[in-house]
């Protein structure tokens, strides 16, 4: 996970962000290594700062359903904040959650063209969320 190199991208399978987190523990101690869960939790901690979550509708179109930011460890739990969710219904869209990320100064540094009002509770259209988080 932590190589030295900023950037990475990998797919993992799993019903939430927060089962994602413990699908991830799960196979890192199914490797057969004996490393203690503390230092499991802390390297994933360290190593990941967002989690992108894509669901499938029932029309079979995927959507980004959760970004959320990883923020260390509390009291030896992975603690996440969920900063944008897409809503379904009658006014579906992908919501902020007006929570600004505790990394936004430094993807600002990394040249990312993010402006704080798209952290605000306010639909964001496919195009926008895309463009903007890549």
């Known amino acids: ?8 991208l990998t797919t993992l399978h799993a ?3 927060r089962d994602a987190i413990a ?3 799960v196979m890192i101690l199914m490797a057969g290594m004996d490393i203690p869960l503390s230092a499991i939790r802390e390297h994933i901690a360290s190593s990941i700062d967002f989690i992108v979550q894509q669901t499938r509708l029932s029309n079979g179109r995927r959507v980004v359903s959760s970004i959320v930011e990883v923020c260390g460890l509390e009291s030896g739990i992975i603690k ?5 969710k897409f809503q379904k219904g009658a006014s579906s869209g992908f919501y902020g959650l007006g929570i600004i990320p505790e990394q936004f100064e430094r993807l600002k540094e990394q ?3 993010l402006d704080i009002e798209q952290f605000n509770q306010v639909t964001l259209s496919t195009t926008q969320s895309a463009h903007s988080l890549h």
Do not use: D, Y
Not at 1 to 8: A, I, P, R, Y
């Open 80 to 84: 996440i904040q969920e900063i944008f």
């Open 15 to 17: 019903n939430s962000p």
């Open 111 to 113: 040249g990312l063209a």
């Open 23 to 25: 699908r991830l523990e």
């Open 1 to 8: 996970m932590n190589t030295g190199h900023e950037g990475s």
